[in-house]
Structure formats: structure tokens, C-alpha cells
């Protein structure tokens, strides 16, 4: 197929684009479900006016065929990403420039790798790989923005983007891996001894006080579930960011459009609900994305958080838990270092230049924070 086949264009909003092709592209990962883009967009978590302004890529042979995508938006700011360029954005107004708006191929608000360069079965990889990140380029250059970032994408992707002179920046998340485990049990055993017993003890305070943790799953989680959640994901937002990201609409409208992706862990205390957490799923990963409670109590968080969603990942067979962004106390519960991966390229070389120069430095220190924070493994040698 020659590149004269195909064209590119730019959409305003997801859903002008089927739902049925876009989740052809990718294998079902939950956050890049048409469903999950749409309803940040339909129920106005993600808008123009909130710093999002979605500007997706899209690649179609002359009869219409979707070959290609990329879910992207026009940033006003840096907040909701997890890649934090705040200096970068201080350092360019210094030298006289502009850094925002800029181009920002992510999923908003979720700190969770997968793919960004989004190819059909059986289209040249390669040739639209290259022309989603091409038109993301051409796009920064016709608009007069500062740069072309995409955040938590594939290591495979970082690699093709690389080449084409995008630079590399890397982090770190802590995720737990299912080793072939047959219970809960089984993952303790894995453990050393101190660690064993500091889980078990966590796991007895926890429920100490009464609550009932339950799990709760697709058309099963009703609009009152919601409303609890709600008011929980609220008493977290406003003390983590000051304001929530999403709105109450939000979730009923996953609820509605993607139950099977989506686990509920509800903690209820004398017959109310008081604390819970949002994980969505796939065929391979359960991924921990919301807590919030309305009481304190002791390590309620690492139990309904941590524990629960290991206990379900053992009992579906799935091989990881991804517990959300930072966090290196989730080592001692089973959490191990993994490097993430995001690239950028910036409209003005000289100030490109000088962010390669800082990343190269950066990926040495975060490489030896991977090694220094693995030696604290909770696993047992050998």
C-alpha cells in the first residue's frame, strides 16, 4: 500500500469516528475502548475549556477504511498526565517562549502504558506508525505549538519513534506479577518471613473494625453504588488535586457502556457504604485507577487496594495488577519497580537539543532507582 492510498485527518471528538473500527486497532486494553475516550468527552470530563481539547488522528484508505489512529488533545496545561514537564514549560518562557498549548497524545487523567500509535490487522505497521506521528508533527508546525508529546506508550512504540527523532523519558510504577499462583496463600509463601507476617498483620487490622469488602462487577454495579463511589472519588480529588477531574456522569456512563471492564471493591461498615475502589480489567490485567472513603481506618487502603485486587487477579488468572502511579511503599506489598516510557519532540531544535541533553541524565537516574528500589524486593532469594 503506497502512502498516495491513505489520508489523515483530525476529529474533534471520538465519537465521529466508528466505535466499531477504533476497537478493531488495539487488543481490548480498557482505556483505549472507544467507550472509555467517549465518555470523558460525552459527559464533559474532557472539553475545550477544561485544557483537553480532543484533536484525534486518524488514517483512512480513499473508501473510507480506518487504517490507523491516535487519541490526542490540544493541552492548555500539563495536569492529568503523570509526565510532569511543569520545569520544561518554566525553562522555554525563560528563553522568551511559549510552551502551552501544546499536542498530547495520552488518555487523560490514567497513568497506564499501552498502545498510541493504534494500526489495523494486516495495514502496513510501519508506514502508519510513521504517518500518525508525522501528522502529530505537522500538526504542532501549522498550529505553532511548542511540541508533540506521548505519554505511557508501548517500549515498541518508543523504539519505531525514536528513530525518527523523538526523545525518550522514562519513569517508574510498581506493578504486582501473578508467578503461577493457586490462592492468596501461595503469593505469601513467595515472601520473606518479616514481610509475611507484616501483610497478615495489615490484613487483620483492616478488617478488625467489621467491614465487609465486596466485589462488585458489570450491569451488577447500580446508579446507588455509583453515588457512593462518587462521593468517595470526590473527598480523595479535592485533597490530591483540589478538584476532581471527573464528573458524577462519567461513571454511569462506563457503567452503562463497558460493565465488563470495570471491578468495584465496596467496603461497607454496618450496612453503609464508606470506603471503595475502581479497577478496570482485561483479558491479562486488572488495573487499580481510584480509591476514596468517607472513615478512616487502618490500612483499609492497602487491603482493599492492594490485597483485594492481588486475591482477584489470582483467582481470574490474570498475570499482573497495575496499583496507579508512584508510590514506592507498594514494594513491601508486593509491588515490584517497572519502567514506563513516554517521547516528545519540540518545534524549536535548539530547545529539542537541550531536552535531549537533560533526558539523558534523567533515564541514568531513574535506571538506578529501579536497581536501588529492587534490592528492597519483599520476594525471598532464590
Known amino acids: ?12 471528538r471520538i465519537s465521529s469516528l466508528s466505535a466499531k473500527e477504533w476497537d478493531a486497532l488495539h487488543d481490548g486494553h480498557p482505556f483505549l475502548r ?10 464533559g470530563s474532557v472539553h475545550a475549556e477544561s485544557g483537553w481539547h480532543p484533536n484525534h488522528l486518524a488514517i483512512h484508505t480513499s473508501d473510507g477504511q480506518l487504517l490507523g489512529a491516535m487519541p490526542a488533545y490540544l493541552k492548555g496545561h500539563s495536569y492529568g498526565e503523570y509526565v510532569f514537564d511543569q520545569h520544561w514549560a518554566d525553562a522555554l518562557q525563560r528563553a522568551g517562549g511559549r510552551y ?14 499501552g498502545q498510541r500509535l493504534l494500526v489495523a490487522k494486516g495495514a502496513d505497521q510501519d ?12 500538526f504542532v508546525r501549522d498550529h505553532g505549538l ?33 508467578k503461577g499462583y493457586g490462592s492468596f496463600d501461595d503469593f505469601l509463601a513467595s515472601l520473606s518471613s518479616r514481610k509475611r507476617k507484616q501483610i497478615n498483620k495489615e490484613r487483620r487490622q483492616a478488617q478488625k473494625s467489621g467491614i465487609i469488602i465486596t466485589a462488585v462487577e458489570g450491569p451488577d454495579i447500580t446508579e446507588a453504588d455509583w453515588d457512593s463511589f462518587f462521593s468517595f472519588y470526590l473527598d480523595t480529588s479535592n485533597r490530591k488535586w483540589g478538584r476532581p477531574y471527573l464528573n458524577r456522569e462519567f461513571f454511569s456512563q462506563i457503567g452503562q457502556t463497558m460493565p465488563d471492564g470495570i471491578v468495584l471493591f465496596m467496603c461497607h461498615k454496618d450496612g453503609k457504604a464508606v470506603a471503595g475502589a475502581l479497577n478496570f480489567k482485561d483479558k491479562d490485567t486488572l488495573y487499580g485507577r481510584y480509591w476514596g472513603a468517607v472513615e478512616h481506618h487502618p490500612f483499609l487502603h492497602f487491603e482493599t ?11 481470574h488468572g490474570l498475570s499482573k495488577v497495575e496499583a496507579g502511579a508512584q508510590g514506592p511503599h507498594k514494594i513491601a506489598r ?22 535531549r541533553r537533560y533526558l539523558q541524565s534523567e533515564r541514568e537516574d531513574v535506571d538506578d532507582a529501579i536497581k536501588m528500589l529492587s534490592r528492597h524486593s519483599p520476594y525471598r532469594k532464590g
Open 127 to 138: 508506514l502508519i506508525r510513521r504517518q500518525l506521528l508525522e501528522g502529530g508533527r505537522s
Open 305 to 315: 487496594c492492594y490485597y483485594r485486587a492481588i486475591d482477584y487477579g489470582i483467582a
Open 34 to 43: 472507544h467507550a472509555f475516550l467517549d465518555a470523558l468527552e460525552q459527559s
Open 146 to 178: 511548542s511540541g508533540f508529546h506521548l505519554n505511557f506508550l508501548t517500549e515498541e512504540e518508543a523504539c519505531f519513534a525514536d528513530n525518527i527523532d523523538f526523545l525518550i523519558r522514562t519513569d517508574q510504577q510498581f506493578h504486582w506479577q501473578n
Open 1 to 12: 500500500m503506497s502512502g498516495t492510498d491513505i489520508h489523515l485527518s483530525i476529529h474533534d
Open 100 to 113: 502551552y498549548p501544546k499536542l498530547q497524545s495520552a488518555v487523560p487523567f490514567t497513568p497506564v502504558t
Open 334 to 355: 508486593g509491588y515490584i519497580p517497572v519502567k514506563t516510557t513516554s517521547v516528545h519532540w519540540m518545534a524549536d531544535d535548539g530547545f529539542h537539543h537541550a531536552v
